[in-house]
């Protein structure tokens, strides 16, 4: 693992705007997330409304590493039984009433990274009561991770309190997909460390004063089995439930934390 990067404050600035920014992107975009909408017209939205503050989509031609090809779309959206990475443009999808759709969207704002997810059902909650049930879970573990993080946080720390969340929610009645959690960010998309979305207290990377992460609970209703598709990108639930994932960026500061991607 390389070195953790510890954030000036000039450049903890430069990521508070951007993540406004963000948040403004994602919930216009959430407004918009409407019965007989395609995921492609939200993808040409999404890079309007970059263009409009003069941000760059961070996905938009982003390579990961062992990607085949670089990413086609400005936002990643997912729905229903796909977990991450959905292409928006390729293959699009007409929403309907009851479809539980993430939209998950990283911002290059003065050349500061920041990422952010959030998780709806098209024409509300009472359309899908076990997806909007799966994305309660999903922010309240996202909270309550965020309410613990101060310097000498450890990644173990986090993963246990999302995971106290979605394990104690009726007996553990969601699902953790092991090998997807958050990262650190900022002059990239993806930097270290790893944040897992489970773990045990006392272990893994101490956080420090400066450091700034994204913080994303994922669930799936059922199993933690997923696929790649062809496409190269899209993870789905291999027997076809639901999939949530809520996201922020967050700086340590030297009393707790910040969220950056808030209006």
């Known amino acids: 693992m390389s070195k953790i990067i510890i954030y000036t404050k000039k ?80 293959k699009p999808r007409v929403l309907k009433k009851g479809d539980v759709v993430t939209l998950d969207m990283g911002l290059k704002f003065k050349d500061m990274f920041t990422d952010s997810a959030i998780t709806l059902v098209v024409g509300g909650g009472e359309y899908n009561k076990v997806g909007q049930e799966m994305i309660d879970v999903a922010t309240r573990s996202l909270n309550n991770a965020i309410d613990m993080l101060k310097p000498g946080v450890r990644t ?35 930097e270290d460390p790893f944040i897992p979305n489970f773990g045990k207290r006392g272990e893994g990377v101490i956080l420090k004063e400066g450091n700034v992460i994204a913080i994303e609970p994922i669930l799936t209703e059922k199993s933690t089995a997923m696929n790649q598709l ?27 934390c910040e969220i950056v991607t808030i209006g």
């Open 156 to 190: 173990g720390d986090i993963g246990q309190a999302i995971e106290d969340v979605v394990r104690g929610n009726k007996g553990g009645k969601f699902k953790i997909p092991i090998i997807l959690g958050g990262h650190g960010i900022g002059h990239s998309i993806h």
């Open 11 to 90: 450049e903890i600035e430069i990521l508070k705007e951007g993540g406004k920014i963000l948040y403004t992107i994602l919930h216009t975009l959430k407004d918009e997330t409407l019965e007989n909408v395609s995921t492609k017209d939200l993808d040409t939205r999404a890079r309007g409304l970059c263009i409009e503050h003069n941000a760059i989509p961070a996905f938009l031609n982003y390579t990961p590493g062992g990607a085949p090809r670089p990413f086609p779309g400005s936002i990643c959206i997912s729905v229903n039984h796909e977990v991450v990475h959905g292409i928006p443009n390729e």
């Open 230 to 256: 062809s496409d190269g990108y899209t993870f789905v639930t291999q027997d076809k439930s639901l999939a949530v994932h809520v996201e922020h960026t967050i700086v340590v500061t030297k009393d707790g």
